[in-house]
């Protein structure tokens, strides 16, 4: 089956910055497809290009059989985008907006009634659906933006970062609606820079960075791809030097040391079970103090830091 | 089906014009007392050689005045989505951009002459009690005076659409609104005849002869106080005025606010 969605070598400069570099990807009907990276990776410009708010510099994308820089009325009719800063007038309220919204979507009046009601309610917006969003809190917007998808049901949803800002409970909301909603039909595109809700909702997912597409698969073989699948964080009563961080790359089976903090060392390594007790004895020969040590699985942020040397946080600090 | 969607985004732009409806009454209210107060008084100190009555003759230009203000205000709005970058979302709608402009110029458009409407009324009853031969426009002249209002309302939608988007920065919005207003207003024939322009500032002439706002508060004057006398280049004038900045505006909206 042909993807709904192809790009083909997106790009986009704004002057000298080139946001999206040369950007390959093709997204199955109905699946989820989360794209992962901090900010700056180029998730949002590259989903502006595919709802044609933005024009590419070079490339293309293809919407269902649309090409967005040729046929963009078209294209924008399989297409609905929840914004990840809250498009929303100040004077209005989520009633108005809602409304207004799924009538220019073509809902009609019974339908629109139906749906604005159902999602105002699932979102705890009901009671507050007159007040003026001005008044709203930046997650109580943020239900209003992404209530916007919701009714409308687009072929192709994107969301952009849809639950910044929003509370536990409305975070696990928000992905069961989303899930619903692919079950319903759409294929769904999600940018974000949470690890666990790329994690917890996707099929697959595309990790970007300064524009470019570093790796895009199931979370699980992306997390199964990192060499040395083990990992082992370790935290030191003092600073390791760098000298420190040298040798320990050197104990066998050891495949990678990620500084989070000069105290705080993440280690991939292949069997810790056995490289464990070589990594203790290490740290005593050179009398540096272990303060705990930590294993745990490999996490998309071991992915993402496999491909660039960086965990998001600090890829978001640079 | 386009009429559908054209008018989905005029019935917003309506509502948010209504939204600040006491603001609307306010302003209507203010271009009031400029006429029973303003032009009152300056109908006393204005030689009546050169204007027989300057409260009469001030009425269609006020009309104008407020139209002009009314339709304007679009670009403000649009300026304000732009830089808030909400114009990302109406960009992002399931409609044709054609759509999307030509109900955002219209809608300005249509603003303006709502806006105008209660000063109309007031010009019609000012212009048949206050002139000697109790003036009154037939129905055709009537319909040429809404429709050339409208057009220079629309074409004033479009000029305010193509400031706001061409000029990002709210200062600079500010600014070319600024010069706009002073352009059009202070070299038109709102406030005073063509004869004191070419006596005052000859120079002056032509821009204010075929300034749409002259034409607009002249066709209106030609038809309210039968002078001065109508001449076609007024409409000409007028409709080339909203043809040129409609399809500036969409143009500028369609091309020029997608990055």
Known sequence: MAPIIRIVNLTKKFGDFTAVDHLNLEVEEGEILGILGPNGAGKTTTLLMLTTVIKPTEGTAYIGSYDVTKEPDKARTLVGMAFQEPKLLWVDSPWDILNWHAKVCGLTPDERRKRVRWVLEELELWNDRFKSVHAFSGGMRKRVEIAKILIQRPKIAIVDEPTAQVDVVGKHRIWNMLRDLRYEGSTILLATNELYEADALSDRVAIMHKGKLLVCDEPKKLKDSIPGGDVVEITLEKDASDKVLEELKEIPRVANVLAIKQNHLKIYLNQAEEVLPKITEFFMRMNVQVRSIRMSEPSLDDVFAHYTGLTIEEAQRE | ?259
């Open chain 2, 1 to 259: 089906m386009a009429v559908k969607p054209i008018l989905t985004i005029v019935e917003r732009d309506f509502k948010y014009f209504f939204r600040y409806k006491w603001w609307v009454a306010g302003m209507v209210s203010m271009n009031l007392a400029d006429l029973f107060i303003m032009a009152v008084v300056y109908r006393e100190m204005v030689n009546r050689n050169v204007i027989k009555d300057y409260f009469v003759f001030f009425a269609p230009g006020l009309t104008i005045t407020a139209l002009f203000a009314a339709a304007f205000m679009i670009g403000r709005e649009i300026n304000m989505e732009v830089r808030r970058e909400i114009s990302h979302y109406m960009l992002s709608l399931p409609i044709k951009r054609w759509e999307l402009a030509t109900g955002r110029v219209l809608a300005g458009g249509l603003r303006g002459i709502i806006y105008m409407a209660p000063l109309l009324a007031t010009t019609l009853g000012i212009t048949y009690f206050g002139t000697e031969g109790k003036i009154f426009p037939g129905p055709l002249e009537f319909l040429t005076i809404l429709v050339t209002l409208f057009l220079v309302s629309l074409g004033t939608s479009g000029l305010s659409i193509a400031l706001a988007v061409s000029t990002i920065s709210f200062e600079k919005y500010i600014t070319a609104r600024g010069v706009v207003y002073y352009l059009l207003f202070f070299c038109s024939t709102v406030f005073y005849p063509i004869g004191l322009i070419e006596r005052a500032l000859p120079q002056l002439t032509l821009l204010a002869r075929y300034n749409p706002l002259s034409c607009g508060a002249d066709l209106s004057r030609a038809f309210l106080l039968r002078n001065p006398p109508f001449a076609p280049y007024m409409l000409i004038d007028i409709a080339l005025y909203a043809l040129i900045f409609v399809s500036v505006a969409m143009f500028a909206y369609m091309k020029v606010i997608q990055k």
